[in-house]
Nanobody, 118 residues
Framework: VQLQASGGGLVQAGGSLRLSCAAS????????MGWLRQAPGKERETVGT????????YYADSVKGRFTISRHKAMNTVFLQMNSLRPEDTAVYYC????????????WGQGTQVTVSS
């Protein structure tokens, strides 16, 4: 599997952005897709995940109710819709994939910068 992320940018607080992660090279039915982020000077954190086959999602408390992860099976693409953005959401966002049952992600897309101005 290869992942290609896109959609980052600069937005004012309260605004919205949608990130995309296009997958290629393999079927994703056995994968968990994740969005993670890393802000300067901070550890990388998981924003949320989606089970590709069922579409079941998980969100970090910090983004719950503001961010939504979805997938489009025909496009082999995962989306991260980010609403009500805050300056503390500023980070490099990564999409990643791991096989179900795996402890860690083994496929990573390139990061995309999200900057939220106050």
């Amino acid at each position: 599997v290869q992942l290609q992320a896109s959609g980052g940018g600069l937005v004012q607080a309260g605004g919205s952005l949608r990130l995309s992660c296009a997958a290629s090279g393999s079927t994703l039915s056995r994968y968990v897709m994740g969005w993670l982020r890393q802000a300067p000077g901070k550890e990388r954190e998981t924003v949320g995940t989606i089970l590709w086959s069922e579409g079941k999602t998980y969100y970090a408390d910090s983004v719950k109710g503001r961010f939504t992860i979805s997938r489009h099976k025909a496009m082999n693409t995962v989306f991260l819709q980010m609403n009500s953005l805050r300056p503390e959401d500023t980070a490099v966002y990564y999409c990643a994939a791991k096989l179900r049952g795996s402890a860690s992600y083994h496929v990573w897309g390139q990061g995309t910068q999200v900057t939220v101005s106050s």
